[in-house]
């Protein structure tokens, strides 16, 4: 997807959305006005009659106490579909003050309630004004309105379709950056493996030549290159074969006893031929004592390696790695070092990614699939182990790996 696809989409649908929100704002503002007129014209109907019974009531010379009006009120609001018992009072519209109340402390809100209704009681001075008020409580009213329905719905859909929308670009970005990388990977690899199969094409040509195959020294130069090439081949089949097969989440490793220390002298003796020819030099210092733990030799052997190599692959002129074993709380540790060109902190905490290379200055010459490091991390996960890295540019790297006994 274009960048500019991106832009329009997230405009368009937030757009969609805050107009989403005022649609439905508005339709509450007019679904919640239609209940308040006809929850108005209900209380209306509902005093109408009140009156009407109090009007025959005093003409049979009954006297107006606030119970009877009070049961009044609530039967005939019930009446009317109003499950509601809201404050009564008689008021004295000319005099200011209630003839009766619900309780005196809600008359200050009775006296501003919008419900009131002309009435005039018999046997109290003529003349004055009265009114029979009633005052909905607020909370009453705000659930007779259901107006929360709306609020809480609306925020919760609306809410629910951001998510969405967040999700399915995060989903499309994920798979964007994905494609990327395997567009990358696989160019990596095309040159990765194009490279030896040429040099190996190449020496073979060069044995075949009849000065060279008469030369004893050349012949067994050109034979080298084949062997280290054709190691190296093995070695990338092997960890992309690995690594494709780790990304089952349902692998497991197996598990055996391993002696890490010897396991190291074994990886240290394949790189030593190949170090002697650039003048490198491999160190062990194996402490670790006892030096076996349950693990997948095969793996570990694996992601020492690769840790070697890269020891190697990233440095200048002469390599020094060197290679050390100790006990530590609950399992051992071993560590890989190298006096190289180090990475920056701000890659540091992604080389373990999958596919991920440092991608500036001298780095970029040296060949790679940035598969190596994910698959270590992967086996230490496997192992229940940990791995970190000390490192600083221009002076080297540690991988420090602790694997449980
Ligand atoms: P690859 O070496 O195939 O590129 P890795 O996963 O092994 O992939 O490493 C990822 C990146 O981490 C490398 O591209 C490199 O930039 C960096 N890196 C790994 N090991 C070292 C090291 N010992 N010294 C410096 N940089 C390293």
Redesign the pocket.
Known sequence: MKRWFTVLVVAVFAIAAVSLVVVQFYQMRRTISISDNMFNVAVGNAMDEVLHQLGGEEEEGGTLTYQHLDALVAEQLLLNGIDMHPAVGLYDGTQRSFLFSTDPSEEGELEVSPYRYAFQPVGVVSGNQFYIILAFSKTELFLQRNSWVYVYMTLFLVLIIVAMFFLSMRTLSVQRKLDRMKTQFIN?MTHEIKTPLATISLACEMLQDPTVSQDRESQKNFISIVSDENHRLQVLVETLLQSAKMADKRYRITHKEVDLNRLMERVAGSFRLSLTKRNGTIDLQLAANPSTLMADEMHLTNLVF??V???I???DGKPHIELSTRNVDGGIELR?Q?H????AKE?QK???E??????TGD?HD???????????AEVVRLHRGTIT?E?EPGK??T?IVTLPR
Not at 354 to 359: G, K
Request: proline content about 0%.
């Open positions: 990596n690769n840790l190599d890269n020891g692959k990233y440095s890989v190298d190289g060109m180090g990475i890659d992604h080389v373990f999958r596919f991920y290379r440092v991608s780095v040296v060949k790679g699939f940035g598969i190596g490091l994910s698959y270590v890295l490192s080297g790297t991988f």
